[in-house]
Structures are given as C-alpha cells and as structure tokens.
C-alpha cells in the first residue's frame, strides 16, 4: 500500500520562507511523478507545482512562480516544496500527490492516484 506523509508544515511571518516534505513509502517513488496542491480554508483545492520522476521538468502555478521551487531526492523517496517570500494567501494546507502519469499530475488531475493527508502552513501578516 502506497503511502505518503507530509511534514514540515507551520506558523511562519510573511516574507519567510518555509520547506515542507513529502516522504512515500510502499511504493516505487522513482517512478512517480510528483505533485503539490493546496487548499486555502473556503477555497477549493488547487495546484501548486509538479515535477516529473526524474526531476528534470517541473511546472508551477502563476501564483508560486518565482517563489516556490519543487525538488526530489529519490534516494530518500522525498519530494520537497520550497517556499520563498511567503505571505498570506498562501495559507493553506499543502497535500502531496503520485501518480506514474507526469501529465495527470500536471494538470491536477482528479484521477491521482495517490495523496497525502496534509501538512497545514499558516503565513501571519
């Protein structure tokens, strides 16, 4: 059974920066692509940022490019959301996601076939 866990969620001060983690286990993480998404509290969930098996291509939402870089370290089955110049309409919580398919998680896809339950970042003014 695939599993993903989040961490390193947290309060921080707008204009911080913050990494979270996702690590996966039971699965093949070198063959996932990867995916991060978030959901502000009476929002609907969106998408973040992705980033193929490899690492070699990623893709990011117009809301965190610039900012946020996504990176994999499929040694440790670990998938990291780099988050720079944080503020507050980034308040969320970030859910990682894996699905063999680069495209369905680019594109968000309701299809992913796995996810994480959440780690919550919470940007003060």
């Known amino acids: 059974q695939v599993q993903l866990a989040e961490s390193g969620g947290g309060l921080v001060r707008a204009g911080s920066s913050l990494t979270v983690s996702c690590t996966v286990s039971?699965?093949?993480?070198?063959?996932?692509?990867m995916g991060w998404f978030r959901q502000a509290p009476g929002k609907e969930r969106e998408k973040v940022g992705a980033?193929?098996?490899?690492?070699?291509?990623?893709s990011y939402a117009d809301s965190v490019k610039g900012r946020f870089t996504i990176s994999r370290d499929n040694a440790k089955n670990t998938v990291y959301l780099h988050m720079n110049s944080l503020n507050p309409e980034d308040t969320a919580v970030y859910f990682c996601?894996?699905?063999?398919?680069?495209?369905?998680?680019?594109?968000?896809?309701?299809?992913?076939?796995?996810w994480g339950k959440g780690t919550l970042v919470t940007v003060s003014s």
């Open positions: 996601a894996a699905d063999p398919r680069y495209e369905v998680v680019s594109d968000g896809d309701p299809a992913i076939r796995y």
């Open positions: 039971g699965g093949m993480f070198s063959t996932y692509a």
């Open positions: 980033i193929t098996w490899s690492g070699q291509v990623t």
